[in-house]
């Protein structure tokens, strides 16, 4: 297995020593957030991208002082998406610099590994736009917060964009999901079900064996059929994969929706005009600039300290959510030490209690620099998501361009799946659902 020890402190940052360096994870007075990634295998076009932009946040962090003057340590240890790995990244880092401050796993598959693992360890596990969509309900899932959006909101926003398209009617239409066959590519099938039996659309499920390099008998089917939309629930190799597909059969691309994780600037550059029209779901504001940005480039990469090897990366799909991902755990330490104590380490109970009790505003997310990018959070003790929100983008040849207004996930197709789900998770675990007080 394959490490990266990282420690960060301002004098580090001062006096320009590299940004890799190979040190104890954290000492006393340091707050220890693990980072595990991907940046090798299948996924790693998406997980590099991803990875730096969670370490050069952290990096702009430290560089002001910390939260309330405490440093940000952090180590990496690589997945390389692969479960098993995953499980020994969890276990050897929980513990590190005193306790972990939490684990954002980035695999759905990982995180299905260490959801039974959390309330044991009292661990808590952020899931921000991935996961299990489930774990949105707090009372059942103390540990996990998937926060900003889940595979079910997700799919509904994708069918909303399209029945906006379509005049409000999807009677008759045929919608045809290609996913990759693994936890993270079949969580939206039951909202999709959902969707298909209200509406009245033909739904047609075609896996892909992993990685995904091989989808000519997919397309195949694709070009037989004649879906009306393609979704396609993908990441790494697989998406470029089905894009040239796509174009090679001739489908549409305007026709394609694709999940967040497949819609990167990194899966369709290399194809730019041949991929162009290609729709993403986003829960973050794609196609702004915002104030992090800035201060990102002045106080992190202009100080030789950038964790990607070029700084035009800033902006970049992949790169901005891994700060925003960041950002959320940054805050809910914040928010914890205003109850447990400013300028002190919070063990992962007490940033557990600070991720159930974000409270993100607009002037906050403006405070930030993240104003521009993402919708105001606000969780409790039964609602571990946080928001909702999503926007629909398009790849225009050479960039992405957001074409759609915000999207609210329908509640009357979400919520009850929430908690069929939650109820028998619980029941098959043997939890019992907290009461949750307003």
Sequence with gaps: MMFKKVAIAAATVAAGIGALVAAPAAQAQDQFVPLLVYRTGQFAPLGIPWADGKQDYIKLVNAKGGINGVKIAYEECETAYDTAKGVECYERLKGKGGGAAGFDPQSTGITFAVTDKAPGDKMPIITTGYGLSQSADGKVFEWNFPLLGNYWTAADSIIQDILKKEKGSLKGKKIA??????????????????????????????????????????????????????????????????????????????????IWWAGSDHDVKDIGAGAKGYNTVTIHNTAEHDKVHDEVKAMVYDKGQGTATDAKELGAMAHTRGMVISMLQVEA???????????????SEQVRWGLENLNLTQERLNELGFGKIIRPVKTSCDNHLGTDWSRIAQWDGAKWKVVSDWYQADKSMVEPLVKEYADKYAKEKNVKARTCTP
């Design 177 to 258: 999901l290609v996913y990759h066959d693994s936890p993270y590519g079949k969580e939206p099938i039951p909202l999709l079900q959902k969707r298909a039996a209200k509406e009245g659309f033909d739904l047609t499920l075609l896996p892909v064996t992993a990685p995904g390099v091989e989808q000519k008998s997919t397309w195949l089917q694709i070009r037989q059929q004649r879906p009306d939309y393609v979704l396609l629930w993908s990441a790494g190799v697989m998406t470029p994969t089905a894009v040239r597909e796509a174009q090679a059969t001739g489908y549409p691309r305007e026709k394609m929706y694709a």
């Design 333 to 347: 330490i914040r928010t914890a030490q205003e109850k447990y104590g400013k300028g002190k380490v919070m063990t």
